[in-house]
């Protein structure tokens, strides 16, 4: 008896070990499973920020390429200048402006203006990232906004002006507008979506840039007459760059905006997008290289590069709910917005050097449209794209005329003519080669 009682003890000491292990263990798989998540998904924003921050020097590479020799060095400084701004925004004002975890002045509106501080650097328990990771993400976001406005005013901007500009644009323009969706704001509440930006980001920066472009005027004598009076671009090799490097970048801005990659569900999902991105990108650039020569007589090498910028942003509204077909069928639309907007913005006299306002602005409106093709709702797009069109709009045609009517905005005739290279920076792109 005395045996089978210390037999019957000894299983269930032995039991309730084995218990003990196998609880413990499940507690260790699910804190490891947690950990893995926190690094993947951290790993995501980062390396997707890096590529995203690339996008930069495809801006800088396209606009270079695009405007003339004289204002090829003024652009490459801008380009530097304004994703130095957007950083220095987005830590004092911008970020909590699009994030106000619950601090709203004016609830789904307008959040309560807090610098990034220390805390927020240090908060990692229960966020699933690294919270720096997320707002490294978010800067280069940012930054692209901006990115779209200088190459629609190039040639003829003040490089001052264009910087406060800028400055309002990263830290209160674009934060606000961002926060009523993807900061739960009263967008987001009544169903508009815009998965990675093509309203949010893009079509912000071509309103802005469409304002702009308004207020400052054309280049001098573009157009004359009645007639339109081409300024070619001055290296078409180094704007193919710039569109490649653009290409490249689109994988992190789209497929980091899955905000996580800790699960197989949402790597597959990364992959998709990335998969989608590419067949709209390429989609744009068909069109565009079917399309101008049917318009133009002579395929237009600058309009197939801004096919595949189209081609980009019509896909980013939704990148990952689309059939493969289908993301060739959107990018191939967004590329031929492309070749019928450029000319009509030039019958209009609105001079946009790039063409970012066919890429950026009405891609970025068609493409967060079709999101209601795989079930978006379209009153709620509609509603998105008109609302946050109309406070960018009005918004920055104040700033643009407090400038403009204040310390000015635009170079002289004379510095005009000679190139803002000189004028603006007292030097020369390649002066080897105008010499």
């Known amino acids: 008896m005395k045996e089978t009682v210390w037999k019957w003890a000894g299983r269930s000491a032995g039991l309730a070990v084995l218990s003990g292990l196998a609880l413990t263990g499940s507690a260790f798989a699910q804190e490891a499973s947690a950990v893995s998540a926190y690094v993947d998904n951290s790993y995501l924003f980062l390396i997707s920020g ?37 950083g220095i925004m987005v830590y004092l004002v911008g970020y909590h402006l699009i994030y106000p975890k619950g601090d709203w002045m004016i609830p789904g509106v307008l959040a309560g203006f807090n610098v990034w501080s220390e ?116 290296n078409v090799p180094l704007a193919a760059l710039g569109t490649f490097i653009l290409w490249l970048g689109w994988f992190g801005f789209n497929g980091g905006s899955q905000l996580a990659a800790g699960t197989p569900e949402d790597i597959n999902a990364v992959a998709i997008i990335f998969a989608n991105t590419n067949l709209a990108a390429a989609g744009g650039v068909v069109a565009a290289a079917v399309l101008t020569p049917v318009v133009f007589k002579k395929m237009d090498a600058t309009i197939v590069l801004n096919g595949a910028i189209g081609g980009l942003v019509a896909i980013t509204a939704e990148p990952l709910a689309p059939a493969l077909w289908e993301s060739i069928v959107i990018g191939a639309v967004g590329g031929a917005i492309i070749v019928f907007f450029v000319p009509l913005l030039d019958k209009l006299k609105i001079d946009d050097v790039v063409g970012a306002i066919p890429a950026h602005l009405v891609a970025g409106i068609f493409g967060t449209l079709i999101v209601a093709w795989n079930g978006g709702n379209i009153v709620w797009q509609v509603i998105g794209v008109v609302s946050i069109g109309l406070f960018v709009s009005i918004v920055s045609a104040i700033v643009w005329l407090a400038l403009k009517f204040t310390i000015g905005i635009r170079v002289s005739p004379e510095e005009e003519l000679e190139g803002l290279d000189k004028g603006e920076l007292g030097l020369e792109a390649y002066p080897e080669f105008t010499k």
């Open 50 to 86: 890096m590529v995203v921050m690339f996008m930069a020097a495809g801006f800088c590479m396209l606009e270079a390429g695009m405007v003339r020799s004289k204002n090829a060095a003024t652009q490459a400084t801008k380009n530097l200048i304004l994703y130095s701004i957007a």
């Open 119 to 234: 805390g927020d650097r240090a908060a990692m328990d229960g966020a699933g990232y690294a919270p720096a990771s997320d707002w490294y993400f978010q800067m280069v976001f940012v930054a692209t906004a901006a990115s779209i406005v200088s190459g629609t005013v190039a040639e003829r901007i003040k490089i001052l002006p264009f910087m406060i500009f800028v400055a309002i644009l990263t830290g209160f323009i674009y934060p606000i507008q961002a926060s009523w969706q993807w900061g739960g704001g009263w967008l987001a509440e009544g169903g508009f979506s815009d998965f990675a930006g093509s309203t949010l980001v893009h079509s912000t920066g071509g309103w802005a840039a469409l304002v702009g472009a308004l207020i400052l005027g054309p280049r001098a004598g573009k157009y004359v007459d009645g007639k339109v009076n081409p300024m070619p671009a001055s």
